[in-house]
């Protein structure tokens, strides 16, 4: 028998999640033990945990990438950077729901644990190096998730979309169980590195296995990143859920999945011809960029028009993954398309750490965005009405601007940041994005990105036009106050703002190398 | 044909046929009758594969607690007979043609895999460990321990979360 060997060393990448499961253990038993009418101490317990744990990650993103924990975890700056800026979403998200939750007279304990378990969650999944702990994380997050969608069963909406989110989350992550047990059956390890060690003598002897279980695998993956056209799930959930967990939703959970799913298939496309992935991941993209913004222009519905918004930007994102695995080597004179890549040098360059920077500046900038405006509609959201379904209607904006001119200014700026207007977060996200993807030599792609992202800006602007255009109705809502989801919403705007203009160090410490463990 | 593939032989077929009749089968309690006799006969194959502990955790878990409570579940929901559950919808139809496309791709892909038989490439001191508790135990507390630890937070959760799901209303 071998008795493993542990040093502190070991403890590091998984040292948020410890700060992130005291507190959250702390607030499921204050809920037993204390029975305080007023319960913002819980909130702040909660956002103090998320700051501490925000800032160790912060610290581990200048150690040197490596193996931990008997190389089921990575600590590398990749993974610490997605789990501060996590931190950073479940800061915000549990400041806009003290408010959200003591507007409906529903405070509790188990609302904030169940938060803070499922950022402990999306910390672990960004840094699992091994399938069945990848997989257990996934549930995690999951499962936390379910229970939060169907937190405020008030009408027939949350608890329809807490069921539809647990049966497909449930179905989604049974494909990815089968296909990493096909890996498994093809390669006999786990862990990714000796997998991807493993697939290309598995490939030569039996492809049609590991082909699908690279299939399944992706599947699972695309379903928890709601790319097109695994996103049927997303708006009836995002709708159903109560605000600030939508906005956890759009934010962190998915930019766990995309950070897990990049180092996953980092790890797994050794062997196979690099065509396939990138074909695979590029019309990924382009049905996702596409769809999802066609989807939102119809969307009368504030909060629907949000969910497939977030569809569209999981495209963007799905974008820049697709510039990673670009062929290197192509031939000069190959013709300029959507799908293939032909870069303009006739060579491409290595762009990995500009997708790097790029995907995780994307993210930084999407979660503060989203952040901020699913915040200021559940401010505007009114008790009333949640069973009526019209609470979040194109009216309800109407002339914001009048009433209260500082919630409309803080709504357009994230509506403009969605758009990727400068000097917004959200545009230099895109440019980001979009600049690795031609370097790469993805020009159809990132041409059909800009487009689709022109269309994007028409139903961000509606709202802003509704806000500031149109006279205000007799029976408009007034925003609650609460000094929580005040300071959440002046935090974002400040971000979004403060990043757009000056990225600054950021952008320095996004694009370092060595940032993904292997690559 | 030796013992042991008569006794798989036995089993699958078995496990199979108290499969079907988990879905063909009218009467709720039948069915779930037929899901106990389908863990019985699959904790059979898990013996065949060495994994001796799996197999007793198999018959006391699933054949014994979970079939408890699917039982009272179907109790409580005092289940009528609703008609005939046979007619043809076209998401029914649709269904159905994606379970066959399954099957014949999962067919497929076995098909490809290598035929020659396997043997037992350990020493046999393992062999004789393989599948005990001990060898279990050994292995999911040095080998394991991480996921092992990540699966007492995912139960944490699971009792959290529903808790919170089964409170009338909030």
């Known amino acids: ?519 | 044909m030796n013992a042991e593939q008569v006794l798989f032989w036995l089993f699958s077929v078995c496990t199979l046929v108290a499969a079907s009749g988990v879905i063909f089968a009218r009467n709720p309690v039948a069915s779930a009758m037929s899901l106990v006799a389908t863990f019985f006969f699959l904790s059979g194959i898990y013996v065949l594969l060495w994994a001796h502990t799996i197999a007793a955790l198999q018959v006391l878990v699933y054949a014994g607690a979970i079939m408890v409570l699917f039982l009272f579940v179907i109790m409580l929901l005092s289940l009528t007979d609703s008609g005939p559950v046979l007619h043809f919808t076209p998401s029914r139809i649709a269904g159905g043609v994606a379970v066959i496309a399954l099957f014949v791709s999962l067919t497929a892909v076995f098909r490809k895999l290598p035929t020659a038989e396997l043997t037992w490439v350990g020493d046999a001191a393992k062999l004789k460990n393989f599948g005990t508790i001990q060898h279990l135990g050994e292995v999911m507390y040095t080998q394991w321990l991480f996921p092992f630890e990540a699966v007492s937070l995912l139960l944490l959760v699971a009792i959290l979360g529903a808790v919170v799901v089964a409170k009338p209303r909030i």
């Open chain 1, 1 to 519: 028998m071998i008795i493993p060997h542990f040093t502190l060393n070991d403890f590091l990448p998984v040292m948020p999640v410890g700060v992130l499961m005291a507190a959250a253990i702390v607030l499921m038993l204050s809920e037993v033990f204390l029975t305080s009418t007023t319960r913002t101490y819980q909130a702040i317990i909660a956002a103090l945990a998320s700051i501490v744990a925000g800032g160790i990650a912060v610290n581990n993103a200048f150690e040197p990438a490596r193996l931990v924990l008997q190389g089921y975890a990575v600590l590398d700056p990749f993974s610490s950077w997605t789990t501060a800026m996590v931190c950073l979403g479940t800061f915000l998200a549990v400041l806009l729901s003290a408010g959200f939750l003591k507007h409906r007279n529903a405070e509790r304990g188990e609302f904030y644990a169940l938060m803070l378990f499922a950022a402990a969650g999306m910390s672990l999944l960004s840094l699992s190096a091994e399938f069945i702990t990848l997989f257990i994380n996934l549930e995690v997050l999951s499962v936390a998730t379910y229970a939060l969608t169907a937190f405020l069963r008030r009408g027939p909406r949350p608890s329809e979309a807490g069921f539809k989110y647990f049966i497909l989350g449930a179905f989604a992550a049974a494909l990815l169980l089968y296909g990493a047990a096909l890996i498994y059956g093809a390669t006999g390890a786990t862990k990714l590195v000796e997998v991807s060690a493993a697939l290309p003598a598995a490939f030569a002897k039996s492809p049609a296995l590991v082909y699908a279980g690279l299939g399944l695998v992706l599947a699972g993956f695309a379903f928890k990143v709601a790319a097109v056209p695994f996103h049927m799930w997303t708006p009836d959930v995002y709708e159903g859920a109560p605000t600030p967990v939508t906005a956890l939703m759009s934010a962190g959970v998915k930019a766990a999945a995309f950070v897990a799913m990049v180092r996953t298939f980092l790890f797994l496309v050794k062997g196979i011809d690099p065509v396939i992935p990138f074909t695979v991941f590029s019309l990924l993209a382009l049905l996702t960029m596409v769809g999802g913004n066609l989807l939102a222009l119809p969307q009368r519905n504030v909060k629907r028009m949000l969910a497939y918004s977030s569809i569209a930007h999981a495209g963007y994102m799905l974008l820049g993954v697709a510039a990673l695995f670009a062929p290197k080597l192509v031939e000069a004179g190959a013709k300029v398309g959507v799908l293939t890549a032909t870069p303009l040098t006739g060579t491409a360059q290595d762009v990995s750490v500009a997708v790097y920077k790029g995907l995780l500046f994307y993210i930084l900038g999407y979660t503060v965005t989203s952040l901020g405006a699913f915040g200021t509609i559940s401010a505007l959201e009114r008790r009333e009405d949640e069973t009526r379904g019209n609470t979040w209607d194109l009216e309800r904006f109407a002339g914001l601007a009048q009433r209260k001119p500082g919630w409309a200014a803080a709504m357009a700026l994230f509506m403009l940041s969605l758009g990727g207007v400068p000097p917004t977060v959200g545009f230099l996200g895109k440019l980001f994005l979009f600049s690795a993807a031609v370097d790469a030599g993805l020009l159809g792609l990132a041409i059909v990105g800009v487009l689709s992202s022109v269309i994007g800006v028409y139903f961000y602007l509606r709202v802003v036009v509704y806000m500031f255009m149109r006279p205000a109705p007799i029976d408009a809502p007034a925003p609650f106050r609460h000094w929580t989801t005040e300071l959440a919403l002046v935090t974002s705007a400040v971000l979004v703002v403060g990043l757009g203009i000056l990225p600054g160090t950021i952008t320095e410490w996004f694009s370092r190398v060595g940032m993904v463990f292997g690559h």
